[in-house]
């Protein structure tokens, strides 16, 4: 199975400000990433697909790039509702696998 | 609008079975494959398999394979997953996804809002 591997951990941020995670896929899988967003007590919101096509209702401040086995999730301005753990998924390989998350917490 | 439906908790004791359902509402039922993951406290989702609504075929993730049945009932639009030989390491939240068609694997615009299973004697 493909391992993805996230970074940081976590992130101590204050609103306002910009903020880049980041995935790493252990072998190519071209640009089928996905991003997620989960709160606690909820199930995960789909961001992001294909690495950088934002899902339906999201907003424009969330964006993706990359492709291979490295790529981004950039929160162009923090907003307090974007507090919460960050997922990331490749979408190319059976099964599908996903990241062990970076958590987004206020400073 | 898409909504997947699942109970909130289950407690089990280490050896029984546990039966999850998924109902599914606001599309055509046998469209899309439903996928069920599971995540464990603080960890990332783990797919567990999938099942094709339409003809009941399934594929279950190596790990489960022998320990997980997927099934539906089409009249109540509903998928079931039955997990058997529960050990604590099964304590987790279980989700249902709705996949959209992809010849790859999928991404999951819809999910239910879990099921927490505790499995402790």
Not at chain 1, 10 to 34: F, K, M, W, Y
Not at chain 2, 10 to 34: D, H, Q, W
Not at chain 2, 42 to 49: A, D
């Amino acid at each position: 199975d493909i391992v993805m591997t996230q970074s940081p951990a976590t992130l101590s941020v204050s609103p306002g400000e910009r903020v880049t995670l980041s995935c790493r896929a252990s072998q190519s899988i071209n640009s089928d990433l996905a991003w997620y967003q989960q709160k606690p007590g909820q199930a995960p919101r789909l961001l992001i697909y294909d690495a950088s096509t934002r899902a339906t209702g999201i907003p424009a401040r969330f964006s993706g790039g990359g492709s291979g086995t490295e790529f981004t999730l950039t929160i162009s301005s923090l907003q307090s509702e974007d507090f919460a753990v960050y997922y990331c998924q490749q979408h190319n390989n059976w099964p599908g696998t996903f990241g062990q998350g970076t958590r987004v917490e206020i400073k | 609008q898409v909504q997947l439906v699942q109970p909130a908790a289950e407690v089990k004791k280490p050896g029984a079975s546990v039966r999850l359902s998924c109902k599914s509402s606001g599309y055509m039922f046998t469209s899309n494959y439903i996928h069920w993951l599971r995540q464990a406290p603080g960890q990332g989702p783990e797919w567990m398999g999938m099942i094709n609504p339409s003809v009941g075929s399934t594929n279950y993730g190596q790990r489960f394979r022998g320990r997980v049945t997927m099934t539906r009932d089409t009249s109540t639009s509903t998928v079931f997953m039955e997990v058997s030989s529960l050990g604590s390491e099964d304590t987790a939240v279980y989700y249902c996804a709705r996949a959209e068609p992809t010849p790859r694997f999928p991404f999951f615009a819809f999910w239910g809002q879990g099921t927490l299973v505790i499995v402790s004697s």
